[in-house]
Each structure stands twice: as structure tokens, then as C-alpha cells.
């Protein structure tokens, strides 16, 4: 099982990046995809989510608007379209697959498999 966070880098606020997961090693079809992030000195928190049944999709408040979450099973991938970025939107984000084709929730503790992360820095 893999799942391979990419896309993220450093960018002024305002701005955009677009997150990709890539996922291999198991049912894509039968898993929900969530995006997460974690701060320097913060815990870990949900940021999006997507199911695979029919597309449903969460967003954290401090998102919505501005992020969106979007996925390709023909491909295996999900994305994460960041725009008008903010300097607290800087983390690590990663990508995780939580079992369930109607499954919406950012718990971390439903989630079974995670990527590595990639760093998103925003300044100011």
C-alpha cells in the first residue's frame, strides 16, 4: 500500500499549488481520501475530505472556499486545489485513505493508510 503526497512548495499568499495523492497497493474504489496538515508544534487536523461513491466531499471551515478536492479513479488520484493561500495554511499535508465507499470524515482514527507528506510553505 502506497499513497504519494506531492505538489506542494513554497509560495507568497494569495497564491496556489495544487496537491496530488497517488495511490497504489489497494481497492482505490472502496476508500474515502482525506487531506490532512500539521503545523510546526500543532496536532494533525482534517483539512478536506472525498468519498468514492458519489464524489461527496468536506471541508474544514478554514477552507472552504478557497480549497478543492477532487479525484480520478480511473487514475488512482486525488487532488487538493489550494488558491488564495494563506501564511496559516503552512504544514505538511498528506493524504490518507480511510475504508468505506460512502465514508465522509476527517477522524484521523478512520483513516488506515498514510502518505509521507509534502511541505507547503506560504509567506506573508
Known amino acids: 500500500v502506497q499513497l504519494q503526497a506531492s505538489g506542494g512548495g513554497l509560495v507568497q499568499a494569495g497564491g496556489s499549488l495544487r496537491l496530488s495523492c497517488a495511490a497504489s497497493g489497494f481497492t482505490f474504489d472502496d476508500f474515502a481520501i482525506g487531506w490532512f496538515r500539521q503545523a510546526p508544534g500543532k496536532e494533525r487536523e482534517g483539512v478536506s475530505c472525498i468519498n468514492s461513491s458519489d464524489g461527496s466531499t468536506y471541508y474544514a471551515d478554514s477552507v472552504k472556499g478557497r480549497f478543492t478536492i477532487s479525484r480520478d479513479n480511473a487514475k488512482n488520484m486525488v487532488y487538493l486545489q489550494m488558491n488564495s493561500l494563506k501564511p496559516e495554511d503552512t504544514a505538511v499535508y498528506y493524504c490518507?485513505?480511510?475504508?468505506?465507499?460512502?465514508?465522509?470524515?476527517?477522524?484521523?482514527?478512520?483513516?488506515?493508510?498514510w502518505g509521507q507528506g509534502t511541505q507547503v510553505t506560504v509567506s506573508s
Open positions: 490518507a485513505a480511510a475504508y468505506g465507499d460512502e465514508v465522509i470524515t476527517t477522524n484521523i482514527w478512520m483513516y488506515s493508510y
